[in-house]
C-alpha cells in the first residue's frame, strides 16, 4: 500500500463550532470515502487525511472531497457519562488543587462535573481525549516536575485543560479523581468508545459505585451511559 497525505486546515481561532465542522467532515470522508481512506486524524484547526495512493491521486481526491454533502449544522453530537471518583485514594492531588484555588473540595467537584466537555480529538496518548470547557475558575499550572507514572482512568488538571489518562504513563497534570471505565480498548472496533466532536460530563461517584462500576467494566457487562 502506497500512503500519502492530504491536509484540510480551517482558519481562525479554537472554537466549537469548528470542532463540529472538523467532526462532520471526518464522519463523512469516513463513511463515504472509507475503501480508499486509511486513517482520518482530527486536531483543534485541521484534519490529516491518509489515504491509498495506488486507488486515488491527490486531485480525484479533491473532487471526491468536494462532492460531499457536509452539512454541519445538522450533524449530531452525542453526549456521554463519565463516572469519576473523587475520593482521596484516588485522587493524589485534589487536596492541593483545592488549597492553591481556594476552594473547597466539594466546590471544585462541582465545577469538574457541571459542564459538558468536548471532544476536539485524540492524542498524546492513544484514547487521550483533548476536551475543551474546563471552568476558568479550574485553570491551574502544570507540575514543574511530571509524575513517573500514573495509574489508568487518572482524571487530570493542567493549564486550562482537563483530561483522562487512559492507560498508565507518565504524567504533569494535578490527578483530583479516578474512572473507573476503558478509554482505550485495542479487542474493540472501535478502540475508543467516543468520537471527536461528541461531549462528555463527569459524574461524581462514591467509592463503592467506582468499585461496582471497575467489577462490571473487567466481566465485560459495563454500558456506556448518555448523559
Known amino acids: ?11 481562525g481561532a479554537i472554537s466549537k463550532e469548528i470542532m463540529v465542522e472538523i467532526a462532520a467532515w471526518q464522519h463523512a470522508i469516513e463513511k463515504d470515502l472509507g475503501k ?16 491509498d495512493h495506488q486507488q486515488i491521486d491527490e486531485e480525484n481526491l ?5 462532492k460531499l454533502q457536509i452539512n454541519h449544522k445538522k450533524f449530531r453530537t452525542r453526549k456521554w457519562a463519565v463516572p469519576v471518583c473523587y475520593d482521596e ?7 492541593k488543587v483545592c488549597e492553591e484555588k481556594k476552594l473547597s473540595k466539594r466546590k471544585v467537584i462541582k465545577l469538574h462535573t457541571s459542564d459538558l466537555y468536548d471532544i476536539h480529538f485524540y492524542g498524546f496518548l492513544p484514547g487521550f481525549m483533548y476536551l475543551g470547557g474546563l471552568d476558568e475558575k479550574l485553570h491551574h ?9 500514573l495509574p489508568a482512568g487518572s ?16 504524567g504533569g497534570w494535578h490527578v483530583v479523581g479516578n474512572t473507573p471505565i476503558k478509554l482505550f480498548d485495542i479487542k474493540i472496533d472501535p478502540p475508543c468508545p467516543f468520537k471527536p466532536g461528541d461531549q462528555i460530563k463527569f459524574k461524581s461517584v ?8 471497575k467489577k462490571e467494566v473487567e466481566s465485560g457487562t459495563y454500558k456506556f451511559q448518555k448523559a
Open 89 to 95: 485514594s484516588l485522587a493524589p492531588d485534589l487536596a
Open 141 to 149: 499550572p502544570r507540575k514543574t516536575n511530571p509524575d513517573s507514572s
Open 1 to 11: 500500500m502506497d500512503e500519502s497525505n492530504l491536509l484540510m486546515e480551517w482558519p
Open 62 to 66: 479533491e473532487i471526491e472531497l468536494l
Open 36 to 51: 480508499i481512506i486509511i486513517e482520518c486524524f482530527a486536531a483543534y484547526r485541521s484534519l490529516l487525511i491518509t489515504y
Open 206 to 213: 462514591s467509592i463503592k459505585e467506582y468499585n461496582k462500576i
Open 155 to 170: 482524571v487530570a488538571i493542567g493549564g486550562s485543560q482537563t483530561g483522562i489518562y487512559p492507560t498508565s504513563s507518565p
